[in-house]
Structures are given as structure tokens and as C-alpha cells.
């Protein structure tokens, strides 16, 4: 019933922006943190960033710390987020997720979407 879906991955070139939405039904998305997560091939999953269900706080790993932005629209379901002057070492499956807080464990996964940064 939970249903996270993204879309807005491709192929860019290094310097490149891609914006991801992430579409959610089934449950009060204004009251859950939402979260993207990214895995390159044979690599873990890793926390790309988190944003708490009022947008007050927002915290990003620190390898995309100043290029990425997590933003929200409560009234439309929608997490974004905004990714500029990307890199090869961006590309991987992106996922939206969800959880209780910005520190609770992920409920739930998105389908993700690919995000590949090739010249």
C-alpha cells in the first residue's frame, strides 16, 4: 500500500545537473522523514542525504555536501532532489525511502532510478 516512485535519473555529463523526484501514496507523508539513498555497482547503499517531514532539518553525506539539495512539497507528496556539477562517482541506483524520523530505521523503498555521469 506504501508506494515510493522515483523518476528523473539519465545520463548526464560531468558538470551536469539532474533534479529526482520521488512521488509518495499510502500513508501522511507530512508527517515522515524522507531520505535518498544511492548504490554504485559493488558498493553498499550509502545515506546521500535526509530531510525531516517540515523541511527544519536536512543533513547530506559529505561527499555531496554543497552540490546536492533534498527538498519537499508536502502538498504535492513530493521529495526531491537536486543534483549539480555531478560526477562520475555519482553514478549509481538512486532510492527514495522513508522513515519515522531522520534518525529511525527506513520503512520502506522506492523502485530507485539510474543516475549515470559519463562523458
Known amino acids: 500500500q506504501v508506494q515510493l516512485v522515483e523518476s528523473g535519473g539519465g545520463l548526464v555529463q560531468p558538470g551536469g545537473s539532474l533534479r529526482l523526484s520521488c512521488v509518495a501514496s499510502?500513508?501522511?507523508?507530512?508527517?515522515?522523514?524522507m531520505s535518498w539513498y544511492r548504490q554504485a555497482p559493488g558498493k553498499e547503499r550509502e545515506l546521500v542525504g535526509v530531510?525531516?517531514?517540515?523541511?527544519?532539518?536536512?543533513n547530506y553525506a559529505d561527499s555531496v555536501k554543497g552540490r546536492f539539495t533534498i527538498s519537499r512539497d508536502n502538498a504535492k507528496n513530493t521529495v526531491y532532489l537536486q543534483m549539480n556539477s555531478l560526477k562520475p562517482e555519482d553514478t549509481a541506483v538512486y532510492y527514495c525511502?522513508?522513515?519515522?524520523?531522520?534518525?529511525?530505521?527506513?520503512?520502506?523503498w522506492g523502485q530507485g532510478t539510474q543516475v549515470t555521469v559519463s562523458s
Open positions: 499510502g500513508f501522511t507523508f507530512s508527517t515522515y522523514a
Open positions: 530531510i525531516s517531514n517540515g523541511s527544519y532539518q536536512r
Open positions: 525511502a522513508r522513515s519515522r524520523t531522520i534518525i529511525s530505521r527506513i520503512e520502506s
